[in-house]
């Protein structure tokens, strides 16, 4: 199984970017899907994230700006964010688990990471 991500960038505060996240080599429906991020001298958090079955979680600081969904065409999981803020700054990776850990970093496959910056 690997998990692939792009779509990191720069952008202003107040933007948008969309995360992209490719899981190949296991049927794509029996992954549960999150992404992570982290930012220098913190720890990794969970921003999101989305089951075999759809249902959906998000950290509290995300809710409203933040949205997790499948292309079942591609096999993409995204997640759009918008109006960013420079507290969302961080690199984010993504991560997939036949055992859906929601927001926990207990994932036993994950991608490189894709930086997203958001300046003020």
């Not at 720069?10 to 080599?25: D, F, I, K, M, T």
């Not at 958090?45 to 759809?54: L, P, R």
């Not at 991560?95 to 036993?108: H, M, S």
Request: net charge negative.
């Amino acid at each position: 199984v690997s998990v692939a991500e792009s779509g990191g960038g720069s952008v202003q505060a107040g933007e948008s970017l969309r995360l992209s996240c490719r899981v190949s080599g296991y049927p794509y429906r029996a992954y549960g899907v999150a992404w992570f991020r982290q930012a220098p001298g913190n720890q990794r958090e969970g921003v999101a994230s989305v089951d075999s079955d759809e249902e959906k979680y998000y950290a509290a600081s995300v809710k409203g700006r933040f949205t997790i969904y499948r292309d079942d065409v591609d096999h993409i999981v995204y997640l759009q964010m918008n109006s960013l803020k420079p507290e969302d700054t961080g690199m984010y990776y993504c991560a997939a688990d036949v055992f859906e850990y929601r927001l926990e970093p207990k994932y036993e496959f994950w991608g490189q990471g894709t930086q997203v910056t958001v300046s003020s």
